[in-house]
């Protein structure tokens, strides 16, 4: 005869079969995207390598070369003068490096014109708190 014990214990024992084959199915479904998003970042890194290597040959200087002789009377290009090229010094200067104008002057009289308002405005005496 089967004690209520006995009864309890193979509840127990599915239960956990339950459980594992559970957890089993899950990492095994974790393990099927880790491969396939391995074999995506292959491909994208392929992907990348095979677009380097295409980058070099078509950038390559004899390539280049014989294309302007082909292509010079419908591009009419023509070497770039010496007198053309900047110096770093020539070039003007940074916008951070410019004195600031007088509307940024105004703009900021203002802003602090305006924080000083607030400041005297919050300065009121209730008689509830002493200061």
């Known amino acids: 005869m089967l004690r209520t014990l006995d009864i309890v214990l193979i509840v127990i024992m599915t239960a956990a079969a339950t459980v594992t084959y559970t957890i089993k199915h899950?990492?095994?479904n974790k393990l099927e995207e880790v491969?396939?998003?391995d074999a995506a970042i292959k491909l994208e890194e392929?992907?990348?390598?095979l677009l380097k290597a295409d980058w070099?040959?078509?950038t390559q200087p004899n390539r280049l070369e014989r294309l302007v002789t082909v292509f010079a009377a419908d591009l009419q290009l023509a070497p770039t003068?010496?007198?053309q090229l900047a110096r770093p010094e020539e070039l003007p200067m940074l916008r951070a490096d410019l004195p600031p104008?007088?509307?940024d002057k105004k703009a900021k009289d203002k802003a602090a014109d305006n924080i000083a308002a607030?400041?005297?405005a919050d300065n009121i005496a209730t008689g509830s708190v002493a200061r």
């Open 81 to 83: 003068p010496s007198t």
């Open 35 to 37: 491969r396939r998003l």
């Open 101 to 103: 104008s007088e509307e």
């Open 118 to 120: 607030v400041i005297e």
């Open 46 to 49: 392929d992907t990348i390598d």
């Open 26 to 28: 899950k990492a095994e």
């Open 56 to 58: 070099a040959l078509l």
